[in-house]
C-alpha cells in the first residue's frame, strides 16, 4: 500500500491534463502566428526588392537607350566629319547637306563647326545657344547640356574633324532635350515606373517623363558613361506601404483567433477527458465514478492493457523456447561460437567446434597471437572484445593465429554485438571458420598465376615492341578473343579481352571494310587456309592506322570452318613511306610536266612576241628608208611619218600592256578611284576608235542608260578599250558590235556583243588566262600578245566587279557587273586645251645617240634652244653653268646617275623644270623620281603631246 502511495504521490506532482493542453495549443499557435507574421513580412521585404529591381532594370534600359543614341549620334559626327568633301569645303558642304537632308540624322535639332579657337563657322540655326567660343574640351566626342535663349534646352554632342590644310575643327550636333522625352516614352512602358528622370553631373533635372511622385517613393540610378549623365526610375511609395501595412493586420488578427479559438477547444477537451482517466487510474470503472461520463476509448485502452498484460505472458513462454533451441544451436553447431556476456569479455561462452578449432584455454592464457596482415593484435582490437566493447558490429575479416611455435591456423572471424534494452552493449557473439585449407591453395595460385603473368608479361612487351597483336576466333561460339597488343592496335584498353567477329569489322575504315569481308568470304568459299588482309583502322579518334593481318583457317572434315587464328602488325610506316614514295614520283612527274609546258608557253611567247616586235619594227624601218630617199615635203614623206608614229604607239602599248599585266598580277596597281560616268566613258572610247579609223570596217551600235559607278576612270577606260579592240579583231570586216549598258537592281551591267566567229569551247574556260588566244589567221592582222583579257578581268576583280563570258557560233558576250552608284548630276571634267607656251632653252642629258637626236630635233623644230650632253657628269655642268629653263634627264646615265644629276643640281639651287626619262614606269619609278627633285616623269618612248605639255607649263 505504501508503495502505491508513493506511485501515486508521483503522479500527483506532475502538470494537469487542462494545463498541458493549453501549454500545446499555445506552443502550436504562437509559432505559427509568428511564422505568418514573418512570413507576411518577408514577402513585404521581397515585394520591395522586386519593385527596386524592376526600378532598377528600368533605369539600365533608359540609361542604354539614352547612350546608345548619344553613341550613335557620335559615331554618326564621325563619320560626317571623315568625308572628303567636309575636309575640303566644310561649311558649304554642311550647308548642302543640312538643304537636301535636313536634320542629317534622326533626333537632331541643327548642326554646328566651330575651328580650334571656338570661333562658329557653320551653324545651322544661329539663334540657338550652343557652340561657345574658347577652346573645345581636350577629349572628345564629348557631351554637355546647355540652355538656349528662347527657354529650351539642348544637348550639344561634339566630335574633332580634320580638315584639309587647316588644324583640327570640332564638329558638333544639338539635341532637344524634348527628343530624350519622347525617345523614354515610346521605348519604357507606363507600368515599368511612375516617372523616369535623366540628370546632369550635378544631379540637376535634364528631363522626366511626370511630375514628381511626392515625399514617399523608391528610386534606381543607372549611369550613362558617354555623358556622365545618370538615368532613374521612381515609383511612389503609398501604396505599396498600406498594402504592407493592411497584410500585416490580417496576419496579427487571424493568428490571435486562431488563438483564442484553440484554447477554449483545449479547455473543453481536457474536461471530459481527465475525470474519466482518474477513475482509470484508481481502478475504477466509469459508472461508479461521480459525474463521470464512459469514454469509449478509455474504455479500450483498459481492454488493450488487459490484452497487452496476456501477449507479454505468451511472449515470455515462446522467447524460453527460442532460448532453448539457440542453445541447443550453438552446441551443436560445426561453426565456431563465443558468447562474451560482458563488455569485458571476463566471461566468455563456447562452443564445442570452438575448442576444437583454437584450444581458447590457451588462447586467453595468451599462449598463442592473433594477426591481421601479418600485424599481430592487441586483445582489445580482436572482433569479439572490439565488438563487445565498442557496440559495433565487425565484418568478416581473415586473420592468422599462431598456436605456438607448431601450426598457424587462418580463420575468417566476425562479430555482432549484444544490446540491453536501453540499447547499450551488454556482450558480443562471434563466428570463427576454418579457412586454412582455401588460405594454403590460393597462395598455391597465387604463385603460379604471378609465374604466369611474368611470362604473359613478356610476351606484352614483345608484342608492344614489335606493334604485332594475336586474335583468336571459335565460329561455333561466335567469340573472338584478343591479347593486349591486339587491342592495342585497335585503339581499346588492355582490358578488351573478348568480342566478336562483327565488332572486329566494324572497327575497320568503312572504306576497308567491304573488302576485309569479300576477303574472308572468298576464304570460306575456296576453303583458304592463309591469307594476308590489309585494312585501316581509326585508334582512339587519331590518325588512320595501316594493319596487316595474317590469318590462318581451320576446318572441320565436312568443310565446316572451326576457327580463325591471325597475328597482326601495324605496316602504317612502311605504308608511309610507299605513299610519299608515290607522292614524290607523282610530283617530279608533274614538276616535269609545268617545266615543260612553262618551257612551251616561254618559246611560243617569246616566238609570238618577236613577230609582233617584227611586224612594227619593219614598218618603221620601211617608212624610216622612204624618207632618206624621198622629198621631206612629199606625200609618201607624210606616209611614212604616219606610219611610223602609228607603229611607235602600238610599240608603246605593247610595253604597256605587258608592264599593266605584271603590277595587276603582283598586286601592286594603285587605283585612284572616283565616281565615273560609264555612259560618257563608253561614248568617248567609241569616239577615239571612230577616229583613228579602227571602225571603218564594222559597224558599231550603242544602247547606253546612265549608270555611275565607284572606280578608276584611267583603268575602266583601258577595260573597256580592250573589250571593243578584241570584238574588232575577232569580228570580219562588215560584222557588227554592240555595247549595252543597263542599271539592273544596284548594279551596272555592261555588255559588249559580237557577231564573229566565237570562241572555241575548249578554249572558254581560259580565254582569261595570261597569253591564251583565240585562233588568228596566219598573217596575225591586229597583232596581240594574248594578256588584253588577262588585264580586263583583274582591273575588273580590283575595283569590285565581275566579268562573264558567253560564246556561240554565232558570237560572244561579254558582261560586266559592277556596284552602281546613285544617279547624280555628273561633275563636268576640266577641260583640257591643248598644250601651249613660248620657246625654251631646254638642257637633254641622253647617253643614246639616236634617242638623243630625235629628241633635239623634235624640240628645235617646236621653236626651242636645245643644249645636249651624253653623260651624267657633262649634263650637271650644262645645267649649273647654262641654267636652262628645263633640264630633260635620263635616268641611266654613265657617270652619274640621272638621281644624282636632280639631286646635286637642286642642292646648287637650281629652280628650273626637271622631267625624268626611263624605260621604267612602275609607280615606285615615278616616286623615287619625284623624291630625287624631278618635277615630272616620262615613260619611253617619248609621247611628244606630254612633253609639250610639261614644255609649256614650265
Not at 216 to 235: E, F, N, Q
Not at 300 to 310: D, K, Y
Not at 387 to 400: K, N, Y
Not at 413 to 437: C, F, H, K, N, W
Request: a negative charge; charged letters at 25%; one cysteine or more.
Amino acid at each position: 500500500m505504501q508503495a502505491s502511495g508513493g506511485t501515486a504521490d508521483k503522479a500527483g506532482s506532475g502538470i494537469s491534463l487542462r494545463t498541458f493542453l493549453v501549454g500545446m495549443i499555445l506552443l502550436a499557435s504562437v509559432p505559427i502566428a509568428l511564422l505568418m507574421s514573418y512570413q507576411v513580412l518577408a514577402g513585404a521585404m521581397e515585394e520591395e526588392r522586386r519593385l527596386h529591381g524592376r526600378l532598377q532594370q528600368a533605369s539600365r534600359a533608359a540609361a542604354h537607350l539614352v547612350n546608345r543614341e548619344l553613341a550613335a549620334s557620335a559615331e554618326a559626327l564621325k563619320l560626317l566629319a571623315r568625308e572628303d568633301g567636309l575636309r575640303r569645303d566644310a561649311p558649304a558642304v554642311l550647308q548642302r547637306m543640312v538643304r537636301e537632308d535636313g536634320a542629317l540624322y534622326p533626333g537632331w535639332h541643327s548642326i554646328y563647326l566651330v575651328d580650334a579657337q571656338g570661333q562658329v563657322l557653320f551653324d545651322s540655326a544661329p539663334g540657338a545657344r550652343g557652340p561657345e567660343p574658347g577652346p573645345r574640351a581636350a577629349a572628345l566626342p564629348s557631351v554637355r547640356q546647355v540652355a538656349a535663349v528662347d527657354g529650351k534646352s539642348y544637348t550639344l554632342i561634339e566630335v574633332r574633324a580634320a580638315m584639309q590644310g587647316t588644324p583640327a575643327r570640332v564638329l558638333g550636333v544639338r539635341i532637344a532635350t524634348d527628343h530624350w522625352l519622347r525617345l523614354l516614352q515610346i521605348s519604357l512602358p507606363p507600368e515599368a515606373a511612375d516617372d523616369v528622370v535623366l540628370a546632369d553631373p550635378g544631379h540637376d533635372v535634364i528631363v522626366r517623363r511626370s511630375r514628381p511622385a511626392g515625399a514617399g517613393s523608391y528610386s534606381a540610378w543607372s549611369p550613362i558613361p558617354l555623358a556622365g549623365w545618370s538615368a532613374g526610375a521612381v515609383l511612389r511609395s503609398e501604396p505599396v506601404v498600406a498594402a504592407q501595412r493592411r497584410a500585416v493586420l490580417a496576419a496579427l488578427g487571424t493568428a490571435g483567433g486562431c488563438l483564442l479559438v484553440g484554447v477554449t477547444l483545449a479547455l473543453l477537451a481536457a474536461r471530459r477527458v481527465t475525470t474519466p482517466l482518474r477513475l482509470l487510474a484508481e481502478g475504477k470503472t466509469a459508472a461508479e465514478g461521480e459525474g463521470g461520463d464512459g469514454i469509449r476509448e478509455i474504455t479500450l485502452l483498459r481492454a488493450a492493457l488487459l490484452a497487452a498484460q496476456e501477449q507479454d505472458r505468451e511472449s515470455h513462454e515462446r522467447l524460453q523456447i527460442k532460448a532453448d533451441e539457440f542453445e541447443a544451436l550453438f552446441n551443436g553447431s560445426p561453426v565456431a561460437l563465443a558468447v562474451a556476456q560482458d563488455t569485458r569479455c571476463e566471461e566468455v561462452l563456447h562452443n564445442a567446434a570452438m575448442t576444437r578449432l583454437l584450444a581458447p584455454r590457451d588462447l586467453q592464457a595468451g599462449g598463442s597471437r592473433v594477426l591481421r596482415r601479418g600485424r599481430e593484435l592487441p586483445p582489445d582490437q580482436q572482433p569479439l572484445q572490439h565488438a563487445a566493447r565498442s557496440g559495433e558490429p565487425v565484418a568478416a575479416t581473415e586473420l592468422e593465429i599462431r598456436l605456438g611455435e607448431q601450426r598457424s591456423v587462418f580463420v575468417l572471424a566476425q562479430a555482432v554485438p549484444l544490446r540491453d534494452a536501453a540499447g547499450r552493449p551488454r556482450g558480443a557473439i562471434s563466428a570463427y571458420m576454418d579457412i586454412t585449407e582455401r588460405k594454403l591453395a590460393e597462395a598455391r595460385l597465387l604463385s603460379a598465376d604471378q609465374r604466369l603473368h611474368e611470362k604473359q608479361h613478356l610476351i606484352d612487351l614483345a608484342q608492344e615492341a614489335g606493334r604485332v597483336g594475336f586474335f583468336h576466333y571459335q565460329f561455333d561460339s561466335d567469340v573472338l578473343a584478343w591479347t593486349p597488343g591486339q587491342a592495342k592496335l585497335f585503339g581499346l584498353d588492355d582490358g578488351h579481352n573478348d568480342s566478336t567477329l562483327g565488332d572486329w569489322e566494324r572497327r575497320i575504315e568503312p572504306q576497308d571494310r567491304a573488302g576485309v569481308e569479300a576477303a574472308l568470304r572468298d576464304m570460306l568459299r575456296r576453303r583458304t587456309e592463309k591469307q594476308t588482309i590489309e585494312c585501316r583502322v581509326l585508334p582512339g579518334g587519331t590518325a588512320a592506322r595501316w594493319l596487316s593481318t595474317r590469318v590462318l583457317m581451320t576446318y572441320a572434315a565436312d568443310g565446316r570452318p572451326l576457327q580463325l587464328i591471325g597475328v597482326t602488325m601495324d605496316v602504317t610506316d612502311q605504308k608511309e613511306v610507299e605513299r610519299e614514295r608515290a607522292a614524290l614520283v607523282e610530283r617530279e612527274q608533274a614538276a616535269r610536266r609545268e617545266a615543260e609546258a612553262a618551257s612551251r608557253a616561254k618559246d611560243e611567247f617569246l616566238a609570238m612576241l618577236g613577230h609582233e616586235l617584227r611586224n612594227p619594227l619593219s614598218a618603221i624601218s620601211s617608212a624610216a628608208e622612204v624618207l632618206n630617199r624621198s622629198d621631206p615635203q612629199a606625200e609618201v614623206s607624210g606616209r611614212a611619218r604616219t606610219i611610223i608614229g602609228r607603229q611607235t604607239r602600238h610599240l608603246a602599248h605593247m610595253v604597256d600592256d605587258l608592264l599593266d599585266v605584271s603590277r595587276v598580277i603582283s598586286g601592286k596597281v594603285l587605283l585612284s578611284r572616283s565616281r565615273v560616268d560609264l555612259e560618257a566613258l563608253v561614248r568617248r572610247v567609241s569616239t577615239t576608235l571612230e577616229v583613228t579609223g579602227a571602225l571603218r570596217q564594222h559597224e558599231l551600235k550603242l544602247d547606253l542608260q546612265p549608270a555611275c559607278i565607284d572606280a578608276d576612270t584611267t583603268r575602266i577606260e583601258q577595260v573597256i578599250n580592250n573589250l571593243l579592240t578584241n570584238a574588232l579583231k575577232y569580228t570580219p570586216a562588215g560584222g557588227h558590235i554592240a555595247v549595252e549598258l543597263r542599271r539592273e537592281d544596284t548594279q551596272a551591267v555592261l555588255r559588249v556583243r559580237d557577231d564573229g566567229f566565237g570562241i572555241p569551247p575548249e578554249l572558254l574556260p581560259r580565254i582569261f588566262d595570261l597569253f591564251v588566244q583565240g585562233e588568228r589567221t596566219l598573217d596575225r592582222r591586229g597583232g596581240g600578245l594574248g594578256i588584253g583579257l588577262t588585264l580586263v578581268r583583274r582591273l575588273v576583280e580590283l575595283q569590285g566587279g565581275r566579268i562573264e563570258v558567253a560564246s556561240s557560233s554565232a558570237g560572244s558576250v561579254f558582261e560586266l557587273r559592277f556596284p552602281a552608284l546613285d544617279q547624280a548630276a555628273a561633275e563636268p571634267a576640266p577641260a583640257r586645251g591643248a598644250a601651249s607656251g613660248h620657246p625654251c632653252r631646254v638642257a637633254v642629258i641622253e647617253d643614246n645617240d639616236d634617242a638623243l637626236q630625235a629628241l633635239q630635233s623634235l624640240l628645235e623644230l617646236d621653236g626651242h634652244d636645245v643644249v645636249t650632253a651624253v653623260d651624267g657628269i657633262a649634263g650637271l655642268d650644262a645645267v649649273l653653268q647654262q641654267r636652262p629653263d628645263v633640264a630633260v634627264v635620263d635616268i641611266g646615265l654613265p657617270g652619274l646617275t640621272g638621281f644624282e644629276v636632280a639631286r646635286r643640281s637642286r642642292a646648287a639651287g637650281y629652280t628650273g623644270r626637271m622631267i625624268a626619262l626611263s624605260g621604267y614606269g612602275l609607280e615606285q619609278d615615278i616616286g623615287q623620281a619625284l623624291e630625287a627633285g624631278f618635277d615630272a616623269h616620262l615613260v619611253k618612248p617619248v609621247d611628244a603631246a606630254e612633253l609639250r605639255r610639261l614644255l609649256a607649263e614650265a
